[in-house]
């Protein structure tokens, strides 16, 4: 499989293995957060857990934009829904996530509420221009990634003036989440795995200021075996030398100063929130995006009102602090029990990019032979 193949070289894996196991210092801890979701399946599914030293140790983080949206934004979805009559877009991972009270947008589709799954922002678009007596709303979530994309089809939907779209506007930035978690200091991390799809949108240079102020080496990490184990070997090598920088391992993809293009077509459509919610983080300041009072038209939450509910995640479920690099997913009492893919609990076992989903899939049997 040309493109894929060198970069899943078990014969390279095991030599960069070998080095990173010469080169982690037996008397010190290696405590590396890897940021995104993307890789901690990576992490789980090519057995890279396993190639590691002990004092190598992988943390969870934040980034599973399905898994940092708060239920309360679910709910107010779908409230949205079920008071209005609105078509609702959006993401297959996002229907199953558990709003309050057990409720989710799946159920409320039950209830019959039109919810459609898309794949894409486009999908929702062309749903709103194939049903123009209905007003569509296009739940957004997600990072960087999925911000331009967003914004691109706000853009063709107010030139087109198609007075039936909006948007629910749930885009987050990394950078201020990776500096909140840095800034709290709970997760004790010696060095940050960078997320790569982001940051072909924002660039490597976007994180040095979290490398700066905090004193944390971080390389933006491709998503292949390979990618993965040679970035952990550059930032034990940072470790060791007591340095603080952004490397980038993806240089592929990524430049210094990222899609410079994307970059405009965010700022065009998008402005600064002052305050958004994460779950797991709680409410952070300038962490988010809102649409720009030109596009307001287009604003879901403008249109119809929409207002914040306050909810609490379902009892014993601890995504929150699996967010926060607190806890790993098979501490939490649920995990394979109560809580599995078929029958989640939480986010964090929903989404394709979840801890708790990549531990139950690639993990468990691990966790319970260590156990044994
Ligand atoms: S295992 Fe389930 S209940 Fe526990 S933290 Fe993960 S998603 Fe929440």
């Not at 924002?202 to 994180?207: E, T």
């Not at 009892?315 to 601890?318: A, V």
């Not at 607190?326 to 939480?346: H, Q, W």
């Given at each position: 499989m040309k493109f894929v193949d060198e970069y899943r070289d078990g014969d390279v894996a095991q030599l960069l293995a070998r080095l990173i196991r010469q080169e982690a210092k037996p008397d010190r801890n290696y405590r590396l957060m890897e940021f995104c979701g993307g890789h901690t399946h990576a992490i789980f599914r090519f057995g890279i857990v396993d190639l590691?030293?002990?004092?190598?140790r992988f943390i969870h983080g934040p980034g599973c934009p399905v898994c940092v949206l708060p239920a309360g934004r679910i709910e107010a979805a779908i409230k949205l829904v079920e008071e209005n009559d609105v078509i609702l877009c959006t993401y297959a991972d996002l229907m199953r996530v558990p709003a309050g009270k057990r409720d989710s947008l799946q159920k409320a589709k039950a209830r019959g509420g039109d919810i459609r799954m898309v794949y894409s922002a486009t999908d929702a678009l062309a749903i709103a221009q194939a049903n123009r007596e209905k007003q569509v709303v296009f739940f957004a979530i997600g990072f960087e990634t999925t911000t331009p994309p967003t914004a691109a089809v706000l853009k063709i939907a107010n030139a087109m003036q198609l007075t039936n779209f909006s948007v629910f506007c749930n885009h987050v930035e990394t950078p201020p989440a990776m500096m909140h978690i840095l800034s709290a200091g709970?997760?004790?991390?010696?060095g940050i795995l960078g997320p790569s799809h982001v940051s072909t949108i924002?660039?490597?240079?976007?994180?040095a200021d979290c490398c700066d102020k905090y004193r944390v080496p971080l390389v933006i990490a491709g998503f292949e075996p390979l990618d993965v184990i040679q970035s952990v070997l550059m930032l034990v090598r940072q470790i060791n030398a007591g340095e603080a920088s952004v490397e980038n391992q993806y240089t592929r993809a990524v430049s210094?100063?990222?899609n410079k293009k994307a970059q405009s077509l965010m700022a065009e459509v998008f402005e600064q929130r002052p305050l958004f919610e994460w779950r797991g983080l709680g409410v952070l300041p300038e962490s988010a995006v809102q649409i720009r009072s030109e596009f307001a038209d287009f604003d879901a939450e403008k249109r119809f009102g929409m207002q914040a509910i306050a909810t609490a995640d379902i009892?014993?479920?601890?995504c929150p602090a699996v967010l926060r690099g607190?806890?790993?997913?098979?501490?939490?009492?649920?995990?394979?029990?109560?809580?599995?893919?078929?029958?989640?609990?939480?986010a964090c076992m929903v989404s394709s990019e979840g801890a708790c989903a990549a531990y139950y899939s690639y993990g468990r049997y691990r966790a319970a032979e260590s156990k044994a």
């Open positions: 590691m030293p002990d004092n190598v709970e997760a004790k991390i010696d924002i660039g490597s240079q976007a994180y210094k100063g990222g009892k014993g479920c601890i607190m806890n790993n997913p098979d501490e939490c009492k649920l995990f394979g029990t109560a809580c599995t893919p078929e029958d989640p609990k939480g």
